[in-house]
């Protein structure tokens, strides 16, 4: 069973059941396979855009041959969705880059999406690797975070920087940044409130805490991570659109995979803004965030031989 298969095991149901009784019976690929594979791929939450993409790029490729095996037609199909997540054309996903010292990863998102949690499991892997990693609770807003943000802190063993509740959460980033100098520490995450009234709060706030964090490190932040929910669907693309308009979002961790049918949302949303996602989470415990795989991540949702079973 590969990583990502508890994650994308819903989906793949779902695909499959409607792809199955799309071609049951036929032996060719026609225009009525067509719309139901199109119908597949949007109900997954793909997006109409992207999902017509691939539609069209099928269709120039069965045009030349018509008569296919099922098998064929999801190994186009996957063959196809392999290349529009592909942005750069390398095989290897690099989440970190330690030439940086301390490498700070600013994490943005609204609340609910496993913000938090996914700072927390990000220390974890870290810690695995022998980093030596500190923590920045700047969603001052919200007791619950950073008190959350402690419990995490101290189940992966990462240090963690806070103030008062209503602090200025770009105090908060200084100190942080700050710290990680004088610690030696390798990588510090700075956590940032998820509920601002509107989009110029936002960006006031974000490039605030950016440009306190570039007095201590000039090239700070290093990585602005975006966490997204996945099982919200199109909610998910309207939150990818706004944080990218309100700060240069660099790259992407999707959550809560595991309990949803909409894991196309991950290939809509990579090929709709263009930006990597480096992370997935496929479960709760502190090990079930991954960093994401391309391939592996297609291969797990387009491998149709465990439903025939």
């Not at 592909?86 to 994490?107: A, C, N, Q, R």
């Not at 601002?196 to 570039?214: A, C, Q, S, Y």
Request: glycine share 8%; proline share 2%.
């Amino acid at each position: 069973m590969g990583i990502f298969d508890k994650g994308t095991a819903k989906t793949k149901q779902s695909f499959f059941q409607r792809l199955s009784r799309a071609v049951m019976g036929r032996s060719k690929v026609d225009d009525d396979v067509l719309d139901a594979i199109e119908e597949a791929l949007v109900s997954s939450d793909m997006g109409v855009d992207t999902t017509l993409k691939v539609i069209d790029r099928l269709e120039e490729r069965v045009e030349k041959d018509k008569y296919m095996s099922f098998d064929e037609l999801v190994a186009l199909l996957r063959d196809e969705i392999s290349k529009l997540i592909d942005l750069d054309g390398t095989e290897e996903v690099v989440p970190f880059d330690f030439s940086h010292k301390p490498y700070v990863i600013m994490v943005v998102g609204v609340n609910g999406v496993g913000k938090t949690t996914t700072i927390g499991k990000l220390a974890a892997m870290l810690r695995e690797q022998g980093k030596k990693v500190i923590v920045g609770a700047a969603d001052t807003f919200r007791a619950a975070a950073v008190d959350q943000l402690q419990v995490w802190a101290d189940r992966a063993g990462a240090d963690i920087v806070r103030q008062n509740m209503g602090s200025d959460p770009a105090s908060v980033a200084f100190d942080t940044v700050k710290a990680a100098v004088a610690r030696g520490a390798d990588v510090a995450i700075i956590d940032t409130a998820g509920r601002l009234h509107n989009r110029i709060d936002l960006m006031n706030e974000l490039t605030k805490i950016r440009n306190v964090m570039r007095k201590v490190i000039p090239d700070a932040p290093h990585d602005v991570l975006l966490v997204l929910d996945g099982s919200t669907g199109q909610n998910a693309f309207q939150q990818a659109k706004e944080f990218s308009r309100a700060t240069d979002v660099t790259s992407l961790a999707v959550t809560k995979l595991d309990g949803s049918a909409k894991g196309g949302v991950v290939i809509g949303i990579v090929d709709q803004f263009k930006i990597p996602i480096k992370f997935i989470g496929i479960g709760e415990g502190i090990d079930d965030l991954k960093v994401f795989d391309r391939q592996e991540f297609v291969t797990s949702l387009f491998t149709p031989e465990d439903l025939k079973k």
